[in-house]
């Protein structure tokens, strides 16, 4: 698709299969997703600094999902010429309205782990898992 | 894990790579639980309802999605007696708690659907995939 074949109008619903908006849900409700731009929510970071900050990340996952976040247009990626070359990774404004819905995902996760744990383990008491 | 051996104070940290929260981020981050949740939002939902309603998801997803979303206690599974039998998923209280936060993250994704689009045709463009 080109940009002038864009259709005036969109009507994104994520239930329908073919609407784009599943793809960019697909991008945005992504664990990986949710950890890098967080990380980038108050200041710029480069690759290795994201890999050391984000425990058992590959450098192959880490390196697809900063290419779908840049060609979604949520982070910028800026290539400094020096030798070697020095790559920043920054949110863009429209990156910078997401992330604190996403810091609120991380947030939910970390605040309610113990009744989620609580209710495995009788999910897999009643199923003859424990 | 048993539930006695739930250590007493979890100091819950997404970024650490065996923290338990990093699974839990990995269910809710997660196209699919998004859309069943906001589903079942206002009222209880059957399986056909969901499959019928979540264009494009195949069974094997869905059954998996529910059994996940069932174990880490965000939906209820309510089986009626009757012939044949007649199932009912639910948000539990937990379920709850995430189902707005979740709603924001499809209502980000079809508000900016036009903008990422744009930011992916001018990513193609000069990575030339146009």
Redesign the interface.
């Known amino acids: ?3 002038n074949e ?1 259709p005036e109008k ?1 009507t ?11 793809l ?3 991008r ?4 990986w ?3 890098v731009m967080i990380l980038l929510k108050e200041e710029t970071k480069r690759f290795s600094e994201l890999k050391r ?4 990340i590959s450098q192959k996952m880490l390196t697809q999902t900063l290419r779908g976040l ?5 982070i910028s990626r800026t290539v400094y010429p020096t030798v070697p070359p020095h790559v920043e990774y920054a949110l863009t404004p ?1 990156g910078h ?2 992330k604190d ?1 996403l810091y ?3 947030t ?17 008491g009643l199923n003859g898992k ?1």
Do not use: F
């Open positions: 698709m080109k940009l864009l969109i994104a619903c994520a239930y329908q299969e073919h609407c784009p908006t599943r960019v849900l697909n945005i409700a992504d664990k997703t949710v950890l900050e984000i425990e058992g840049e060609r979604d247009g949520l429209l309205t997401l819905l609120t995902i991380k939910w996760s970390e605040a309610n782990i113990e009744a989620v744990l609580k209710a495995q383990m009788a999910y897999d424990s």
